[in-house]
C-alpha cells in the first residue's frame, strides 16, 4: 500500500518563501506520478503542480507556474514544492498525491489520483 506523508507547511508572511516535501512509501517511486493540489474550506480540490516519474517534464496551474517549483528525488523517494513569493490568496491544505505510471500524460484532475497524503496547512498573512 503506498503512503505519502506531506511535511513543510507552516505560517509565514506575505512575500516569503516556502518548501513543502511529500515523502512516498509503499511503492516502487520511478514509477509513479506524483502530485501537488490544494483545497481551502468550501471548495473543491484544485490541481497545483504534476511531475512525471522520471522528472523529465512538469506540468503547474496558471496561477502559480511563476512562483511554484515541483521537483522529485528518485533516490531519497521524495516530492518537493518549492514556493516563492507567496501571496495570501494561496493560503489552503496542501495535498501530496500518486497515481502508477504517467509517463507522458498531464494530469490534472484529482480522479487521475490513487492515494493521497492527509494534507498540510499552508497559511499566507498579509
Known amino acids: 500500500q503506498v503512503r505519502l506523508v506531506e511535511s513543510g507547511g507552516g505560517l509565514v508572511q506575505a512575500g516569503d518563501s516556502l518548501r513543502l516535501s511529500c515523502a512516498h512509501s509503499?511503492?516502487?517511486?520511478?514509477?509513479?506520478?506524483m502530485a501537488w493540489f490544494r483545497q481551502t474550506p468550501g471548495k473543491e480540490r484544485e490541481f497545483v503542480a504534476t511531475?512525471?516519474?522520471?522528472?523529465?517534464?512538469?506540468y503547474y496551474d496558471d496561477s502559480v507556474r511563476d512562483r511554484f517549483t515541483i521537483s522529485r528525488d528518485n533516490n531519497k523517494n521524495t516530492v518537493d514544492l518549492q514556493m516563492n513569493t507567496l501571496k495570501p490568496e494561496v493560503t489552503a491544505v496542501y495535498y501530496c498525491?500518486?497515481?502508477?505510471?504517467?509517463?507522458?500524460?498531464?494530469?490534472?484532475?484529482?480522479?487521475?489520483?490513487?492515494?493521497w497524503g492527509q494534507g498540510t496547512q499552508v497559511t499566507v498573512s498579509s
Open positions: 511531475i512525471t516519474p522520471s522528472g523529465g517534464r512538469t
Open positions: 509503499g511503492g516502487v517511486f520511478y514509477m509513479y506520478t
Open positions: 498525491a500518486t497515481k502508477f505510471g504517467g509517463y507522458n500524460g498531464r494530469y490534472k484532475s484529482e480522479n487521475d489520483y490513487d492515494y
